[in-house]
């Protein structure tokens, strides 16, 4: 069974970056999409950003393109966030998810994908 663990998490002034890293276990990285999702309090969970099994190509909500970017390495079974010019609309528990021989657009409604225990980033104005 697939394991993720997500770290990198924070405390950020506004303008500011992070990275967030997801190491998978488990299973061989590179038979997974993999995606960032996050949820507000009081919201519901929502896309982020998505990878292919390669990382060749990628897919981003319309709210955090052109600030994120999504990576992988899979010799080290990581997937990455990168988070710059940080807005306090940003600050949620991020989710790393994985769906075993998906694609980045399938993981986004997939049912069976599994689930990271969720990082905090918080973002002060």
């Known amino acids: 069974q697939v394991q993720l663990v997500e770290s990198g998490g924070g405390l950020v002034q506004a303008g500011g970056s992070l990275r967030l890293s997801c190491l998978l276990s488990g299973r061989t990285s590179s038979h997974y999409a993999m995606g960032w999702f996050r949820q507000a309090q009081g919201k519901e969970r929502e896309f982020v950003a998505a990878?292919?099994?390669?990382?060749?190509?990628?897919d981003y909500a319309d709210s955090v393109k052109d600030r994120f970017t999504i990576s992988r390495d899979n010799a080290k079974n990581t997937l990455y966030l990168q988070m710059n010019s940080l807005k306090p609309e940003d600050t949620a528990v991020y989710y790393c998810a994985a769906d075993l021989l998906g694609t980045a657009q399938t993981i986004r409604n997939s049912k069976t994908k599994s689930w990271g225990q969720g990082t905090q980033v918080t973002v002060s104005s």
């Open positions: 990878t292919t099994r390669s990382g060749g190509a990628t």
